[in-house]
């Protein structure tokens, strides 16, 4: 069994017709927490993590749409973390925010003992990323609860989904999926 030197929490926000999961991944050692893809209410979020005594030191983004990045800025405001999106997803939409890191493939974000490793998964969107931890991995809308992400999006084809690239073998081999 893996040694796991993190905690991941689960928060549900909801703005009209989108309800999102985010996800907060904390560093047992330092306390230093990433969060994935944050969406609609800051408060549950800022306050979510004064409860858990962490320090944001970077925001996940698995891809550009605004029902995933809208809460980015006020969180750098607050935060000053480092914002994390492909560089496919960067070049393709022109997302673009202060302390913006593309990353490619294969990449590696460490926050304290936790390693992060960045997994390209186009489909739902063309630079659309995976977040691979030791024993859990975080999709974005490459996956969705019922399947396969929708792929019919601007940028979005299916031949490059996870099923199209071969890499639906990589993804279903973690124990702990997190969409």
Known sequence: MWDINYEIYQLNTRSYRFSNFIYIIIDKTTR???IV?????LNIIVDKL???DAALQGILLTHSHYD?????????????????????ETDY?????????AINDQDKISVGETMVTC???????????SYLLKDSIFTGDTIFIEGCGICNSWGGLPEQSPEG???????????????
């Open 165 to 179: 690239t071969g890499r639906d073998g990589t993804l279903g081999a973690f124990k702990r999926k997190y969409i």
């Open 93 to 101: 939409y022109g997302f673009r925010c202060n302390n913006l890191q």
């Open 119 to 129: 997994m390209h998964t186009p489909g739902h969107t063309a630079g659309g990323v």
């Open 50 to 52: 004064n409860q858990l």
């Open 32 to 34: 230093n927490a990433l």
């Open 37 to 41: 893809d944050p969406a609609w209410k």
């Open 68 to 88: 995933h990045v809208n809460l980015v800025a006020p969180l750098e405001g607050l935060f000053n973390p480092y914002v994390y999106m492909s560089k496919a």
